[in-house]
């Protein structure tokens, strides 16, 4: 089925692609020479790797105007995202999301051992003003990188110091500017320099982001009606929670927040093939209001007076040495050492309610990668080992906000010692058969060992007072390409992936809804997904890029929420109400399988085209019949239409998703129901104009509107409308 808000799409843009077949006159050319470093952590052309691979410049991020590096996804058309609020954005890959893809900031690893399979909004903690680009992958990537990456990988590059060259002594460089949008009123103020001399260079890059409450859409979409409006929210008058009337219910109250990114980069070069690089980060944010839980469920009553996530901080501190040229039988090293630090946490308390309930996490990791590379004519062939251990401490209180006493309260993670441990070797080659043939392959063996321990019996007298889990696991991958002539590529790649259960899975107690507690299963198995990719990549004229992909997937030993039983109980009390026990349980079988199509054409030396669409379809096996799989989004896309002729820039551009219907809902999951119209979640279409003027070589305005017509619409398994009408205005300075 093609659904009408993608027809609409085609017929305002497809002018413009036939039109670009015909005309040649281009001084651009597009070729199969891009260069990608995520397929294999070294540089490589995408016409030597057999993997589909998406790469986002900074330039599309610059021009996208954009408020978090998850709305640039979302609006890339390169992946799908969920938002339970505004502070957040959970991307999904080939019907995989959370802890089932792998986020990578500079070839360190964000996922940690409390990652959760629901939806992560970890993303935002990377600023997208220091990015010099972000490459997906697609598909099992376990080979490379290991455990988590089932769907894929999003590898986001920060930009790297420069060096001076030739006879300039000192390279001073820099970029800052001022950015308002109307739709939340949004306040972000940015600024980067580089300043690099023969041999030490620094880059530094600040921004700081000021969200308030997020106005959604006030035109009714593909359904006649408008849906999400907040009619009503809590307030504390006189001490007691009180349900006030919202002046506008198209205003989503209580939704806004504020955030601050640094990055800081230092390089020295000891010689011309020995450069030293220190790379230091620090993301943060004020409270961030749990929007999906703040709504009224009903006409006289609010489940929770308030719910938000604490400050959401994010360190870094990595290492590298890279050395080409060297002597003997590898040419080239990369080495690294790297500390996170990471602290999150959930308050939370129920409507009439005096105990404000507090949950803290902080996590320390450290980690290694050693990858040695050696080049021939034909072959290029990596080793890597990597290594990484964790620990976490979780801690928890109730507080009477009246009196502000402190009491004991049961932690969402065991309140003893958490650790994860990974050492792992891999080995990946290409080789150059001939000119038309490229062999890709590679095998990866890495040992995991979790552990937890269970101190307190207070609040749950567990059968055991520790888990302990030891895995271990293989994974492979093999791809072709045969390239007929230049401008042709078509690959077929078959790999293997892998996630092994973490804390979150094997230790959590939570309750993810009233009358659900999730208890620990020390007994949880690794997932496992075996894949097969077919793609064509097609250039006509040297101006225009076609690439399809298709993809079929095994997932097997699938983690679903399930009944469960504690101390022999299906039923405990928990919380002030009888709430049935689940746990995570190795139970599921499912397949998955989809397309994606994108085109890129060269109209003129001014126009140019984008285009993105991508659809997956996934089903869990059953005895009976097979079920929907959740965390499936909808068809979707992205069309932009793009003029570029000094000094002037404009982009007109259109966002698509299809219908959802409530029948391809896994009822009671992470794909949130509840969140949806009885007949699931409507399609939607929005247009998006922005343009930007350069002033002089240093002064720029950029200035557009996204969401021109305010549709209200609400992204697939979100608890937030998205922006409506958003005016924005951006003022930039570069020296």
């Known amino acids: 089925m093609i659904y009408h808000s993608t027809i609409i799409c085609l017929i305002v843009f497809f002018p413009f692609i036939a039109f670009g077949q015909e005309n040649r006159d281009s001084t651009h050319k597009v070729s199969l020479h891009e260069v990608i470093v995520s397929a294999n952590k070294v540089e490589e052309t995408t016409r030597s790797v057999a993997q589909q691979v998406n790469v986002i410049s900074s330039s599309q991020i610059k021009r996208s105007s954009n408020a978090t590096l998850a709305e640039v996804l979302q609006s890339s058309g390169a992946v799908s995202v969920q938002k339970s609020q505004q502070g957040g954005g959970s991307p999904v890959i080939r019907g995989f999301e959370a802890n089932k893809i792998l986020l990578v900031i500079d070839g360190v690893r964000m996922n940690n051992l409390i990652y959760r399979a629901g939806h992560l909004q970890n993303i935002i903690t990377v600023d997208q003003y220091s990015l010099e680009k972000t490459e997906i992958l697609y598909g099992p990537s376990s080979t490379v990188y290991g455990s988590d990456a089932l769907g894929g990988v999003i590898h986001m590059i920060t930009r790297s110091p420069r060096f001076a060259t030739g006879q300039t002594g000192l390279l001073t460089t820099g970029n800052s500017f001022i950015h308002y949008a109307a739709a939340n ?277 567990f059968p055991f007072t520790e888990s302990s889990q030891r895995n271990s696991a293989l994974t492979g991958s093999i791809g072709i390409n045969f390239l007929p002539e230049s401008d042709w590529k078509i690959s077929t790649l078959i790999s293997t992936g892998f996630r092994v259960p973490n804390v979150d899975n094997t230790g959590k107690v939570f309750d993810s809804q009233p009358g659900v507690l999730i208890v620990p299963n020390p007994n949880l198995k690794p997932e496992k997904t075996y894949n097969a990719d077919f793609s064509i990549i097609k250039i006509f004229f040297e101006k225009i890029k076609w690439e399809n992909t298709v993809f079929y997937t095994f997932y097997r030993n699938a983690s679903v929420l399930d009944r469960f039983q504690f101390s022999g109980n299906d039923s405990v009390f928990y919380d002030g109400e009888m709430s049935g026990v689940f746990a995570s349980q190795n139970k599921r079988k499912a397949f998955i399988t989809g397309f994606s199509s994108s085109l890129f054409a060269e109209i003129t030396s001014s126009f140019s085209f984008r285009g993105t669409l991508s659809y997956t379809y996934g089903r869990i096996q059953t005895d009976s019949s097979n079920i929907p799989l959740d965390h499936i989004p909808p068809v979707f896309g992205h069309a932009q239409l793009s003029y570029t002729r000094a000094p002037l820039q404009v982009d007109f551009s259109c966002d698509f998703n299809g219908w959802k219907k409530i029948s391809d809902y896994l009822p009671n999951s992470e794909d949130n129901e509840k969140y949806a119209t009885p007949d699931g979640m409507p399609g939607w279409y929005i247009f998006n104009l922005s343009t930007s003027y350069n002033l002089n070589k240093n002064w720029q305005i950029q200035a557009g509107c996204n969401n021109i017509m305010d549709t209200q619409y609400r992204l697939f398994a979100s608890g937030i409308n998205s922006a409506g009408r958003n005016i924005f205005v951006t003022v930039r300075f570069q020296w």
């Open 185 to 461: 009123h949004e306040k972000t103020g940015h600024s980067d320099f580089i300043i690099g001399g023969k041999r030490f260079s620094s880059y530094t890059s600040l921004t700081y982001s000021d969200f308030e409450d997020l106005r959604m859409g006030t035109r009714k979409g593909i359904i006649d009606s408008v849906f999400g409006k907040r009619y009503y929210y809590v307030e504390q008058i006189n001490g007691k929670d009180s349900i006030v009337l919202n002046d506008d219910p198209y205003l989503q109250k209580f939704s806004g927040y504020r955030q601050y990114h640094l990055v800081q980069k230092f390089a020295f070069k000891q010689r011309d093939n020995i450069i030293h690089s220190l790379n230091l980060q620090r993301s943060n944010t004020n409270n961030i209001p749990r929007y999906d839980r703040s709504t009224l469920p009903g006409p006289d009553k609010f489940d929770y007076a308030e719910w938000y996530y604490g400050p959401q901080l994010r360190s870094l501190a990595a290492y590298q040495v890279s050395i080409h040229s060297m002597p003997g039988f590898f040419n080239r090293l990369n080495a690294g050492i790297n500390y996170q630090y990471s602290e999150e946490s959930r308050h939370q308390r129920k409507f009439n309610s005096l105990n404000l309930d507090n949950r803290f996490e902080k996590v320390n990791s450290i980690g290694y990668t050693v990858t040695l590379q050696k080049i021939t004519a034909t072959h290029n062939l990596r080793l890597g080992t990597e290594g990484r251990i964790e620990r976490l401490k979780s801690t928890a209180f109730r507080e009477t906000i009246n009196t502000h006493e402190k009491q004991p309260l049961d932690t969402r993670y065991p309140d003893g010692k958490n650790s994860m441990q990974f050492y792992a070797l891999y080995a990946t080659h290409t080789w150059k058969v001939t000119d038309k043939w490229i062999l890709n392959d590679g095998l990866r063996f890495q040992t995991t060992h979790l552990y937890s321990e269970f101190v307190s019996r207070d609040f749950f007298p």
